[in-house]
């Protein structure tokens, strides 16, 4: 081949060293199998990749250990049976730049809230995950292991979810770290808190270990935080702050309805006196819908609410354009209202977290 030649070396698979059809210029990937238990049907495979031989030298690739099961035992790994992995769920992007490259390329998942049918299969990946290994508690791995020790436990356990592996790995972290569900934060612990920012920055697992609290949860607490909110009833001269800043932010005219792309960091920011909480809760959930003339929520809205989803015939509660549903509904203050709206409806059937979408929806239109 000429040097200038861009197709890359034929690869053979070397499985023997005494296969004598490859002579020794030919690139090849050599592969040893050896079981992870006596007992167990798992491999660990080392890989070992050559793929330029010159006289005595050998440029090696590199070596990778990777697992295989027998074509029985696939089913039993993934809950999607034989589908495809995701590259969503293989991926741990975070950025604007790595979200957008994948949507370029066609790739769609879901955000919000996980549905008890995906909790289901995370909870049971993990409990695959640990019975394979040997291991008793999922906390060891979270919070014991190091990330090399771990460092296909997310992936893994990612299989059969349309979900980032960002994403997995935090509601993983929610799900299994106590220190999470310590309740509200007293105003001790805010001024504790606010202490321990400006001495440690931001190192979250110090200022949680500090606090007794996950690192996650200050974290979010501290995005939230500002010295200068108010806090109570909102003044008239606020809520007209609010709303210029929001439609000078959005290019938007008074009484126009606007929902999304508002950054509300920037709109606390110009508030002066909330938080970009407290600023997108009063948007969202009063504001907006004032002024644009909305009308007042009834039960008969509540019970096209439910015929509404039940039409949607989506299987995925995620699958739902709260948008698209949203628009044209003088009494629905906005698309995020209205999906709060739905979870408080849901609420109200018995034994609800046992109930499976779209199940809870005939459930709630019985109900009504």
């Known amino acids: 081949d000429s040097e200038d030649s861009t197709e890359p070396p034929h690869k053979r698979l070397c499985l023997s060293e005494d296969d004598q059809s490859l002579d020794d210029s030919t690139p090849c990937i050599s592969v040893v199998a050896v079981p992870i238990s006596e007992n167990d049907q798992s491999f660990e ?5 050559t793929t330029e031989v010159a006289e005595d030298e050998i440029n090696e690739g590199t070596v990778t250990q990777i697992q295989i099961l027998q074509n029985e035992q696939l089913d039993e790994i993934s809950p999607m049976g034989n589908e495809e992995v995701s590259a969503v769920s293989q991926a741990w992007f975070t950025t604007k730049e790595d979200k957008d490259s ?3 390329k066609g790739h769609k998942w ?3 809230m996980w549905s008890k049918e995906e909790i289901d299969i995370l909870m049971s990946n993990i409990e695959r995950y640990l019975k394979a290994r040997g291991i008793k508690d999922a906390t060891e791995i979270i919070f014991e292991m190091s990330k090399d020790e771990r460092k296909d436990f997310y992936r893994t356990i990612a299989w059969g979810l349309n979900r980032p592996l960002f994403a997995v790995y935090r509601r993983v972290l929610r799900m299994y770290d106590d220190r999470n569900h310590v309740g509200k934060y007293t105003p001790e612990e805010i001024e504790k808190l606010k202490e321990l920012r400006i ?21 979010d607490r501290c995005r939230l935080m500002k010295d200068t909110c108010n806090t109570g ?11 210029e800043v929001v439609h000078e932010l959005t290019s938007t005219e008074p009484g126009d309805i606007v929902t999304q792309g508002v950054s509300w960091a920037a ?3 110009r508030v002066g006196t909330r938080s970009e909480k407290q600023c997108r809760s009063k948007w969202l959930n009063y504001l907006n819908w004032k002024q644009s003339g909305g009308t007042e929520w009834t039960k008969e809205d509540e019970i096209n609410l439910i015929l509404r989803i039940a ?3 989506v299987s995925d509660e995620n699958d739902i354009n709260w948008d698209l549903l949203a628009e044209g509904w003088s009494s629905v203050r906005s698309p995020q209202w209205l999906r709060s709206k739905w979870w408080t409806i849901k609420r109200q059937i018995a034994n609800h977290k046992d109930v499976s979408f779209p199940g809870n929806v005939l459930l709630a239109h019985v109900s009504s």
């Open 45 to 49: 495979v080392t890989m070992t990749a």
């Open 102 to 104: 994948l949507t370029n």
């Open 110 to 112: 879901k955000q919000g």
């Open 199 to 219: 001495k440690h920055g931001n190192d979250w697992a110090t200022i949680g270990a500090a606090l007794g609290r996950s690192a996650s949860s200050v974290k």
């Open 233 to 243: 009833k909102w003044t008239e001269k606020e809520e007209k702050r609010l709303a």
């Open 267 to 269: 709109v606390a920011e």
């Open 311 to 313: 039409e949607l015939e």
